[in-house]
């Protein structure tokens, strides 16, 4: 059987050599796309996770996947949000999806409400906001496009100025003024999300559970983040078999072998 096998091969080379490219390239292809995406994720869950928040409140129907569903939101709602018992602060946030140059997440804040989540930004250069085209990026994006204080960037069609240069870990990597993204967006007096403050993160549940009883929240998506940072993973998006699936991880087992196994989970 092996010398037909070896027989076989050798009788038609050049197809077998196209077999053997064409299954490597499709294992490397599969590799390549399960590791980009784990990264993103993960590097999501720790920059959501450094906020401070203990709460997050979003749209109706919307997914772990923040930041596509523009900003429905009306900023009114902060202030049923801040009348609840045990919430400390709530800074709205304005979230627009760009695919200037590269795909991101752009924050429109208030930087004061925004700090109270997980205190001052820490600045590494330059300073707060100046003006209303002025933007802060953090120093991983500073780096990597080799930004500094008075560098002009374009997004959303418009010229900004870094104003300040921040340690990454707070969300996003770029910040605007919220009036300025909402403005520029066309949403006016909305916002994408909510992040609560409370008085002690082990009050986060009866939070939540309080939220959903006032009148007309019910439809909203509350968790808290505890919960939300547990949902992201690759088995939220499109296309990915949830990552703690049994049936995923035999499959993977069953096609790639034991050496690919870990970039699943």
């Known amino acids: 059987m092996n010398k037909m096998i070896v027989a076989n091969l050798v009788h038609r080379p050049v197809r077998s050599a196209i077999s053997i490219v064409a299954i490597a390239l499709e294992v490397t292809l599969i590799l390549l796309i399960v590791g980009l995406s784990l990264g993103m994720v993960n590097d999501s869950r720790q920059r959501q996770a450094g906020m401070g928040a203990d709460v997050l409140v979003m749209p109706p129907g919307s997914t772990v996947i923040y930041g596509v569903s523009g900003a429905p939101l009306s900023i009114k709602v902060g202030d049923v949000l801040g009348k609840r018992p045990h919430v400390t602060a709530v800074a709205p946030v304005v979230m627009q999806f760009s695919t200037t140059g590269t795909l991101e997440i752009i924050y429109g804040i208030n930087p004061t409400s925004f700090e109270q989540l997980g205190g001052p930004f820490n600045y590494l250069a330059g300073g707060p906001f ?32 870094v104003s300040g240069i921040v340690e990454h870990g ?25 992040y609560l403050k409370l008085d002690d993160p082990e009050n986060a549940k009866a939070v939540v559970d309080e939220i959903k009883n006032v009148p007309g929240m019910q439809k909203y998506n509350v968790r808290s983040m505890r919960e939300y940072l547990s949902l992201m993973n690759l088995g939220t998006g499109p296309g990915f078999a949830h990552a703690g699936s049994y049936e995923h991880e035999l499959r993977a087992l069953e096609l790639f072998g034991k050496e690919v196994l870990p970039a699943f989970r």
């Open 170 to 194: 707070r969300g996003a990597r770029k910040f605007l003024l919220m009036k300025t993204l909402q403005d520029l967006i066309g949403a006016q007096g909305k916002a994408s999300a909510f």
């Open 130 to 161: 100046q003006g209303p085209y002025d933007v802060l990026v953090d120093d991983l994006l500073a780096k990597s496009q080799r930004l500094k204080v008075g560098s002009k960037i374009e997004m959303l069609n418009t010229s900004f100025r």
